[in-house]
């Protein structure tokens, strides 16, 4: 018996990854985040099997059900949104299956960041303008952050941030990162994306909170914040396609 952790993606059914459907489609025991899954992500679950929305059931009450599928033998697909290693709480899952010698396997799934930026349809990583990515999320009532994980270290960095959790706190991230990236800073804030009421609002670090207030957004948001995110055409192409530049794959310059 195993426990499959396994990444729906954002909200869209197809992009579910092809192990990840034909998992749901065979587990007898379906455990899904409804707050955060769409129903229709597992729909494909064999005839006659559990599935149960674990939004209103405690981590206890969880693991519970998971014993009970482990003593019967019956492998389960415990589907999280977007990829399993990010904000999915996991660890202490693992924690528990371990203690109990249960088997379980991770199946990565489409992160929400990499989904926002296809919706916005842009890269997040330009040279010369941003190569990295910081995911992090902002405290309020959530689990506290470790020390040195804060905005306003990471922005001294000038990397794309994805700030998870924020939207209800626009007015906090906005005081730590205007002193970094400057009021005019682009700024995307994603709603519920993959869903059918996905919603993309654009702005600036200085009025990127009017904006979603007008929305009236409080929640299932990502953040993204940075120079990327502009209309910026003055950048260098990557060295990934110069001619001037061989590699491995393209070892001579031509002529």
């Known amino acids: 018996m195993t426990v499959f952790f396994i990444g729906a993606g954002p909200g869209d059914p197809e992009l579910l990854t092809k192990k990840a459907e034909r998992l749901i489609g065979e587990c007898p025991v379906c455990l899904y985040a409804g707050s955060l899954v769409p129903a229709e992500v597992v729909a494909c679950a064999p005839e006659g099997a559990k599935v149960m929305d674990t939004a209103p059931m405690t981590l206890d009450e969880t693991h519970a059900e998971i014993k009970k599928a482990h003593e019967m033998g019956h492998n ?44 916005l349809g842009q890269e997040l990583t330009i040279p010369e303008i941003a190569q990295s990515i910081v995911l992090t999320r902002v405290s309020m009532k959530s689990t506290s952050m470790p020390q040195g994980e804060t905005l306003e270290n990471f922005a001294r960095t000038g990397a794309t941030l994805a700030i998870h959790l924020g939207v209800r706190n626009l007015r906090e991230i906005e005081r730590q990162l205007v002193p970094h990236y400057g009021a005019d800073c682009p700024v995307a804030v994603v709603y519920r994306v993959g869903w059918p009421d996905q919603m993309l609002i654009r702005g600036t670090l200085s009025d990127i909170r009017e904006k979603v207030r007008a929305q009236k957004i409080t929640r299932t948001a990502l953040i993204l914040v940075g120079p990327a995110l502009g209309e910026v055409q003055d950048f260098k192409d990557s060295a990934l396609y110069d001619p001037e530049m061989p590699h491995v794959l393209r070892p001579k310059v031509r002529q």
């Open 76 to 119: 389960v697909a415990r589907v999280h949104s977007g990829d399993p290693s990010l904000y999915g709480a996991i660890a202490e899952q693992i924690r528990r299956l371990r203690a109990d010698g249960i088997d379980y396997e991770i199946v990565p799934g489409v992160p929400a960041y990499a989904a926002a930026a296809a919706a």
